[in-house]
């Protein structure tokens, strides 16, 4: 099982090569893929030394797996080329996610659209696979008609510029910058590109790829995405309203049997998800149920989740797993 990890040496791709090797992913041999700069460097991966190979010398060696954290650019370029060879790509930029031929997978809610054929296969927005996760128990149960979410994201979800940006700024040094604005002490509502709607792109794949993943054009959608300074996961004030009426107990039972899922809802105790706890964790956790009583059949909830681990790294390490337990690559 040659297994490819292209962007190697950024945030994602490192995170990618830890959970290869906590989940025992069975990687024979490993290609770690990088820029022609990083060429020859050396990452260690389960107590052996691999060198950094570029994108052709990758494809050469046709890998069965190839996991992409390396641009939208970088993907459209190059995933079809390693595609082309048998491998299967799953790529973690916005490049693939909204392309009618290509599957956006969470594996908890819709594994089971990939097939053998499937040779480009798309890893979601961190922030949309959180939210699909809690939701997609629900959309079964009382049907989602509208969701208003607003997102609270940790610096890390821009990348090593805005962590540096931060850290620099609170010990007051001038460094370069990730943000058109400061960031310690701050907030910004701003991820990503302003679109003409006023909404930015961050808050557009959000409504896209929910309808896109749940396989329901129905359900309507809006986001408010926001930039914090916290590290170690993003956090999620989500409004649901159903079309069938609910009982907040059997809400929280549901959750809680829900793979991937951990509640922790006991605001008595002060005990509700954090960044803090979801840091270097794979699941998606959910408190703060309550009915919102301004209107009705509609549940309010607070998810958090680690965005370099279930909203990126780990969510493209289980589409290979699964890939590998249906005998659809390998």
Known sequence: MKVAVVGATGLVGTVMLKVLAERN???????????????????EFKGKKYKVVTVDEAIAMKPAVALFSAGGGTSLEQAPKFAAVGTTVIDNSSAWRMDPTKKLVVPEVNANVLTAEDKIIANPNCSTIQMVVALKPLHDAFKIKRVVVSTYQSVTGTGVKAVDQLMNERKGIDGPKAYPHKIDLNVLPHIDV????GYTKEEMKMILETKKIMGDDSIRVTATTVRIPVMGGHSESINIEFEKDFDLAEVRKMLSETPGVIVVDDPANNKYPMPL?????????????????????????WCVADNL????????????????SKGLIG
Do not use: C, M
């Open 194 to 197: 302003f679109q003409e709607n």
């Open 277 to 301: 706890d979801a840091h270097e964790k794979d699941e998606v956790f959910v408190g703060r149920l309550r009915r919102d009583e301004s209107q009705p059949n509609t549940l309010n909830l």
């Open 25 to 43: 992913f069975p990687v024979t041999e490993l290609i770690p893929v990088a820029s022609e700069k990083s060429k020859g460097k050396e990452i």
């Open 309 to 324: 681990r279930k909203g990126a790294a780990t969510n493209a390490v289980q589409i290979a797993e699964y890939l590998l």
